[in-house]
């Protein structure tokens, strides 16, 4: 760890992650900043495609990097190599949408679990081995035998808890947690929330929070970045993005999210984005964002905005920020209706 | 329109055989939409919802057997031979899925396929049909419509394609509207647009819409009634609004209270314990009772709660009477 950052654990500095396809060059991550502090939760939101998961599988090194620097625990590991990067022990750790896609099903839930044990020669003996996996489904909340069960004996929520266990196994700085409720009931959903808050507190975890859910994230993030088309435009704590946002991306992107209130949502006036969201492969001169914006004025074209401050702790990439008031939380402003100038 | 009920299901049960024997999938259910109204059926996966509308209009699976009345208009269609209910759905009902490649083909043009069932059921001319594909494409609002009308599935986006969808199932002008789970797979703003769009042709074209959705928030911004489903039977049933004022129904209390509150951030979640019940072993009683923060009442356990209404056109299948407020 760098004297100068005490408290970052793992950094993405201007990181591109471009990848060749036959229709063109995807600009997946197009030159992303992003620092996850030590004992926080950064929630990180945005339109599919927007380049989420990439950037957080840069964190891992699960994605070459085409240019920028990803720095964890105070390393540089741009360039490592898969061996390097394999033999070190894993400072990040990942959990995915989909635990029934995440583990393998012909191994028993033990095996999965005790395999960053292994790897990373965690534990002594297979006495060890065997209590350290007690251990981790205790904290997750499952019962010692379900150590001998197999991925598709469990639910959807059970499941989820174990890929949360062995992502605890190889004890990492942070956890980058990729849409973790998505694939789940909703009435599981709160029990794996709470579940991930208890361990965060209790083991003093980092995160890395994706997910589609706006609601999710401002209940569970310390801080917030908003993605878009490959670039971040928005950063700053949950009750001012969500109640004073600046970008009319992030603006219009809570407005869309309907609200378990039929008065509310009666009376609320959404910014409805005409079209869709433009190719990664070719995107829009100047703001990414000015080909759907209600806001878009010639400048849009001509200047990339980058992050700059509208308030303590609180960036976004606009060049005419909105300084309006949302009142409430998720989907509650009242904000204007207006029609994006045009489609891509 | 004169008929005071679009769809009327009536006492619906569905049994399908498995491998391991008989499992019921949906319970006695009942519900009506009328003309213009939209009926919301939400609930967890596996709780009976498609499979509900699969059988009301008879798209229920071969190993399936189907008891109870269904209405559609003046027919009766459970009443129907095969092939005559084909042509009433096909007539009347048009159908949108999660997945919008469900019912487009990705080697065909679109604008083909949008009109496809059209030229079936109103004997248009090939040359009609093209017309009206691109007039229904411009309505579910396509960007240049003529253009696009013979471009691919695969050439549109996922949001795109659920709109062709929907100007597909819009093609015979139908009188119901089926969507189930139409923007599940769907960003928030794309989902928005598609909500913003059926309830604009709904008040331009009259149709009568069910939407399947598993979300609360969807629900309150389009229904007029909802329907609460768990374990194959629908536990609380009434006008949107009484519905979220006044929730009875131990599940439907407990689904609301779960969901993130901004300004109770940083308390815990109320989560509910458990998981969603296998239709293979359904306790006898209430379904939800193995997870019920409440457990009024002893017989909760063993004996299945009747029907009670309680208020108007707001019914519950609970022992809980609850407390005020
Ligand atoms: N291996 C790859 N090869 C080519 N293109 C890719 C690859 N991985 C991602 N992409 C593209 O990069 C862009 C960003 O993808 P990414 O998966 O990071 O988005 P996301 O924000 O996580 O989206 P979602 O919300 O759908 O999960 C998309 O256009 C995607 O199609
Ligand atoms: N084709 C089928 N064959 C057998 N069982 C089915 C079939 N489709 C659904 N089921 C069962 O019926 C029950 C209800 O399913 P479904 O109506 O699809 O639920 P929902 O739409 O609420 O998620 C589930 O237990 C499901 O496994
Ligand atoms: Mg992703
Ligand atoms: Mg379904």
Redesign the pocket.
Known sequence: MSADTPDVVAELDDLKVHFPTPAGTVRAVDGVSLAVRRGETLGLVGESGSGKSTAGLALLRLVDPTAGRVRVAGADVTLWSRRRLRATRRHVAMVFQDPQASLDPRRTVGDSIAEPLIVHRLAASTAARRARVAELLDLVGLRADTAGRYPHELSGGQRQRVGVARALAGEPDLIVLDEPIASLDLSVQAQIMNLLRHLQRDLGLTYLFIAHDLAAVEHMSDRIAVMYLGRIVETGPPERIYRHPAHPYTAALLSAVPVADPRVERERRRIVLTGDIPSPVDPPSGCRFRTRCPQARPACAETDPALAEVGPGHDAACLFPLDGERDGGVGEGATTRADAAGTA | MSHTTVLSVDDLT?T???RRGP?R??AGVSWQVRPGETFALV??????????L?AATGLA?R??TVTGRVRLLDTELTALPDDRRRKVRGRHVGFVFQDPMTSLNPVLPVGRQVTEAAEEHLGLTRRAARDRAVELLELVGIPSAARRVDAYPHQFSGGMRQRVAIAMALACEPDLLIA??PTTALDVTTQAQIIELVADLQARLGTAVVW?T?DLGVVAGIADTVAV?YG?RIVEQGPVDAVFDAPTHPYTRALLAARPDPSRRGEDLVAIPGSPP???DLPPGCAFWPRCPVRADPRCEHELPPLTTVGDGHTVRTFYRGEAG
């Open positions: 569905v399908v055989g498995t499992v999938a949906v609930g967890e996966s596996g709780s009976g919802k498609s499979m509900t699969l699976p190993a399936a189930d789970e399947v598993h489903m194959g296998s239709p293979l």
